[in-house]
């Protein structure tokens, strides 16, 4: 039976195995990324008097280091890491947890699209809500899911939102026909010039030029693509005492009657047309329709209206103040200057439409053979819901910040890259790029108590406590660095001293049981 010091040595034998296979699996983990190194912490033995020796040490806790890692660049798009707290969250396969966490950000895409981790897990994070973004603001879902990389573009869209960011210069004159000599009737806001800009195929076209034009390719529910053109014209400064009225040359009448408000109007002419292979040219192919029944607007000879006017008006701070278009979007061609309402065409039968108007227009048997070809309600005529709210007019020169539409046709996925809120954003061969997904984060009060399961990853457990999920750079998360891996974070060097010191203590400790194998022999020896 062996004395009080042969097992006090036994265990400092079994800690400092303990000890060596800790460092063993640092070292043998020093390249594995997302790896976190351990360390074993021993404690003392002891019960009795104060005067008792010991009864020699256990391995008290094996307690993880969550310390950063070395963040190295792999230019690999599909690489990510963590620079702070936080975990990546993924779906387990397994079916055992709800859901599994690591830091190695080493993912893919498997064949249906999805991004995962290495081994299969489904990486987790917030979908774009598409009802509720806009072509400038993403807006995400609040509940993890997976991310499927492919989804959104397997079917085209068809427009039914544009938006305008434009400058436009308040400084330009005021626009008229230059083929007209006569001021009473070259006036950009006589009935015949506006005649000629809202049916160009028959009244027209207005024989003065744009002060600004942008175009825009939009899209059919098939994907087809049309070409709708925005012309903008200085139309008129309109002082406090007017608009209740025009006279024959356009302007406005002013009797002291007016509304009070100086602003300055500026007409806006949308059409839509489609490339003919044959000519390689573009021809007209949109004609005005009812937003409601997506029947054809005609004039009352009949003609059908290529051309949307609106009225833009601006306050003398250059802000756009509202919008404004005819009240049922046709005139006569009798030059009676009556709409089809048989209302004088003057400023006090424009409607206020506010900055969203919404333009409907039926296209011409689009090559695409869509019957609905820009998604409208009524299966017939294209409606898009045009947003003018960023349209300034400060003096000095045009600037076009940008046009967007929301409309696409089918593309397959090309790249992709993440930024540092961890927002997706990925590249499609149709040209677009949109932010697909937010990734999700995790964390745990105690993350030493985590289950771990290999491969880098760790499941909830009761002692860890309940998950706490946000998203990168929020609520104390961590960033995302995208095209790098986070390493793991062992100290070689390090752990050969530790290793040094682990094995002395096991030297010494076998010492000790061989001094007391040799003071046993000398006692049998007696």
Do not use: C
């Amino acid at each position: 039976m062996g004395v009080a010091y042969d097992l006090n040595a036994l265990s400092g034998i079994n800690a400092a195995s303990s000890g060596l296979g800790v460092i063993s699996n640092n070292l043998a983990n020093a390249q594995s990324v997302g790896f976190k190194g351990s360390r074993a912490e021993f404690s003392d033995l002891f019960s009795g008097s104060q005067n008792s020796p010991g009864n020699g040490v256990r391995v008290a806790a094996i307690t993880q280091d969550f310390s950063q890692g070395t963040i190295n660049g792999t230019g690999r798009e599909l690489d990510m890491a963590i620079d702070g707290e936080g975990f990546f969250v993924l779906a387990d396969q397994t079916g055992k947890y709800d859901n599994v966490y690591t830091r190695n950000g080493s993912f893919k895409l498997d064949k249906d699209g999805f991004l995962t981790a290495q081994e299969g897990n489904q990486v987790q994070g917030y979908l774009l809500n598409e009802s509720l973004s806009t072509e400038s603001t993403p807006v995400f879902e609040t509940t993890l899911s997976s991310i499927d990389l492919d989804a959104l573009n397997r079917e085209p869209k068809a427009t039914d939102e544009m938006s305008f960011d434009i400058n436009l210069d308040g400084q330009e004159a005021n626009n008229s026909d230059p083929t007209d000599s006569n001021s009473t009737t070259n006036s950009l806001g006589t009935t015949t010039n506006l005649k000629a800009l809202v049916d160009p195929e028959n009244s027209g076209p207005y024989a003065g030029f744009p002060d600004f034009s942008t175009n825009k390719i939009i899209h059919d529910s098939l994907g087809g693509e049309h070409r709708l053109t925005t012309n903008f014209y200085k139309r008129d400064v309109v002082n406090a005492n007017s608009d209740v009225g025009q006279n024959a040359d356009g302007t406005y009448i002013t009797d002291g009657t007016g509304t009070g408000v100086k602003y300055t109007s500026w007409v806006a002419q949308m059409t839509i047309e489609d490339y003919d292979e044959t000519t390689g040219t573009y021809v007209t192919s949109g004609h005005q329709a009812d937003s409601a029944t997506g029947a054809l607007i005609t004039d009352n000879a009949g003609n059908n209206l290529a051309g949307a006017i609106y009225e833009l008006r601006y306050d003398t701070s250059g802000n756009l103040i509202d919008v404004r278009e005819p009240d049922d979007g046709t005139l006569d061609t009798a030059g009676t200057g009556r709409d089809d309402d048989n209302n004088p065409l003057d400023e006090a039968n424009w409607s206020t439409t506010g900055i969203l108007p919404t333009m409907s227009f039926v296209i011409d048997q689009p090559l695409t053979g869509a019957t609905d070809p820009l998604g409208s309600a009524d299966a017939g005529n294209v409606s898009i819901a045009m947003d003018f709210g960023n349209m300034t007019q400060f003096s000095g020169s045009y600037n076009l910040r940008g046009v967007t539409q929301n409309g696409f046709k089918i593309g397959d996925l090309v790249g992709l890259s993440t930024g540092l809120d961890g927002t997706i954003e990925a590249r499609y061969s149709n040209g677009r790029s949109i932010p697909v997904a937010r990734l999700g984060i995790a964390n745990f009060s105690d993350k030493n108590a985590m289950e771990k399961l290999g491969g880098q990853t760790y499941a909830e457990t009761f002692s860890s406590g309940t998950v706490q999920l946000g998203s990168p750079q929020e609520n104390g998360f961590g960033t995302i660095q995208a095209g790098s891996l986070e390493y793991s974070n062992v100290d070689v060097a390090g752990e050969l001293v530790n290793m040094i010191q682990t094995q002395r203590t096991y030297q010494a400790s076998a010492q000790v049981i061989s001094t007391s194998q040799t003071l046993t022999q000398t006692i049998l020896n007696l």
